[in-house]
Nanobody, 121 residues
Framework: QLQASGGGSVQPGGSLKLSCATSEFTLGSYAIGWFRQAPGKEREAVSCISSSGGSTYYADSVKGRFTISRDNAKNTVYLQMNSLKPEDTAVYYC????????????????WGQGTQVTVSS
């Protein structure tokens, strides 16, 4: 129901911009979260944004490097990732939930298929 895109392979220090979109409902009514899962690890919250865009959350590991934003007119949420590190390598998922934003994946109702981000020299 959600489409995450923009992943790829970059060198350490590089940048990528992920997008999360859907044609099935209006994202502006939902809080959106970005989560990631690396091989052998549990899925973790990376960043979240409220439906209005007025509130955001960042995991400590990405603060100052990642920026979440939304363009409700384009029905799209973005995750700008700068200064990427090898430990950022994971499959990144976007998810949507009605109500307040949350950094717990079990609270999200709708999920995308994931996009692979690989950071390696």
């Amino acid at each position: 129901q959600l489409q995450a895109s923009g992943g790829g392979s970059v060198q350490p220090g590089g940048s990528l911009k992920l997008s999360c979109a859907t044609s099935e409902f209006t994202l502006g009514s939902y809080a959106i979260g970005w989560f990631r899962q690396a091989p052998g690890k549990e899925r973790e919250a990376v960043s979240c944004i409220s439906s209005s865009g007025g509130s955001t959350y960042y995991a400590d590991s990405v603060k100052g490097r990642f920026t979440i934003s939304r363009d409700n007119a384009k029905n799209t949420v973005y995750l700008q990732m700068n200064s990427l590190k090898p430990e950022d390598t994971a499959v990144y998922y976007c998810a949507a939930r009605e109500g307040f934003m949350a950094n717990m994946d079990q609270l999200y109702e709708y999920w995308g298929q994931g996009t692979q981000v690989t950071v390696s020299s």
